[in-house]
């Protein structure tokens, strides 16, 4: 029952779905109060209060439901506490919640079992407590840990190095987060993070090297970064690398050309690929050809290593058309495009080298090869 704004109350007879595996009343802004009655819903699997802004409490007997494994609470701004008893939830595998005072710390430390854990509206008191509390400490099933719509947060936890079993860090829209702790390095086991709209973050600590099973690194408008560090050379089982609208990133650390696991690189808005080195570096890279062929707004470069995809096409942004380029081929250099322009791959006449071409859509580009 999304968004059903008239609801203030729920009849104590909903206790006699005894089937019933999905309560999901996200949205329901005067929602005031759920009935005890919940706790014989022992079927119940996931229950959704997001966002139901006058809801005060969740009843005591939520903890009791057997089968209960997803609870999502967030933005539920007129919550003060959860039940005491949220440490009997041991069958509780993903939690969202938001994480602005200590009870909510408090909350997210009882969840021994979690799995996947969302939380949104962080402060800066919400991590102190966190830290404070070791909190963390008792996430030993922790795989996925995402940070969303953050405003007010200017730091993580300096704990979430005790996270040792974590596969995938996000942080999206934490608009004052300022720097990663060094902690970050003990994630031993991370293979995927993803850094988007953290629009304070300036640069990426040392530390980022250590991360020895990364495979995905994602940066997405992170409009104040500056630099990547030299220690990403050190990412050997790094496959994927994505940057996007940073636009104050210097050119790139010569340590890119050890990445000899990336499949896929992408850079994106992010100024002049003359400017970030991106014809320098890519020279020790195993590439094969630019993906964007049709339409390259922007500075934008898409290589791919050939044991992703098989070389001898493309797939057309409609995704309907492929392009056809030479099998063979082992390594192509890349020129920039720019708003009115896109790429092809041609033979050069004189020389018999493939290459790639910037075509001329209207009158302000010119025709460039190399």
């Known amino acids: 029952m999304w968004n059903c704004t008239s609801i203030i109350t729920l009849p104590d007879s909903i206790g006699l779905l005894s089937r019933l595996q999905l309560l999901d009343f996200k949205g329901c802004r005067n929602l005031q109060k759920l009935p005890s009655t919940i706790g014989q819903l022992t079927q119940l699997e996931k229950l959704r209060v997001q966002e139901c802004e006058s809801l005060e409490s969740l009843p005591d007997s939520i903890p009791t439901l057997p089968r209960l494994q997803h609870l999502f609470i967030d933005t539920c701004t007129s919550m003060s506490k959860v039940p005491e008893t949220m440490g009997l939830m041991t069958g509780l595998t993903r939690f ?74 996000c942080l999206r829209r934490c608009q004052n987060l300022r720097e990663l702790p060094n902690s970050i390095g003990q994630l031993k086991l991370l293979t995927k993070l993803g850094l988007t709209r953290c629009s304070s973050l300036e640069t990426l600590p040392d530390c980022l090297g250590a991360l020895t099973s990364l495979e995905e690194l994602w940066i997405a408008q992170c409009r104040s970064l500056t630099k990547l560090p030299e220690s990403i050379g050190h990412l050997s089982r790094l496959e994927t690398l994505r940057i996007e609208g940073c636009g104050e990133l210097q050119p790139l650390p010569e340590s ?10 992408q850079i994106l808005d992010c100024g002049s690929l003359e400017g970030l080195g991106v014809l320098r570096v890519l020279q020790g890279l195993r590439i094969w050809g630019c993906t964007s062929v049709i339409n390259l707004s922007g500075s934008c470069l898409i290589v791919l290593d050939r044991k992703r995809w098989d070389p001898s096409w493309y797939r ?9 380029v030479r099998g063979d081929l ?17 033979q050069d006449a004189e020389s018999g080298r493939s290459i790639l071409q910037r075509v001329h859509k209207v ?6 090869t190399l």
């Open 96 to 169: 969202s919640t938001d994480l602005e005072t200590e009870w909510h710390a408090v909350a997210v430390g009882q969840q021994h079992g979690l799995k996947d854990l969302l939380v949104r509206k962080c402060s800066d008191e919400g991590i102190t407590w966190l830290d404070r509390n070791s909190s963390l400490a008792h996430l030993h099933h922790l795989s996925y840990f995402s940070f969303r719509d953050c405003p007010a947060m200017s730091k993580l936890p300096y704990t979430i190095g005790l996270l040792t079993n974590l596969d995938w860090l």
């Open 256 to 265: 890119l050309r050890q990445l000899s696991g990336l499949m896929w690189l």
């Open 316 to 324: 057309y942004d409609d995704g309907n058309q492929f392009l056809s």
């Open 330 to 346: 082992t390594e192509m250099r890349v020129v920039e495009a720019n708003d009115c322009g896109s790429l092809r791959l041609v």
């Open 363 to 368: 009158d302000c580009c010119q025709l460039i």
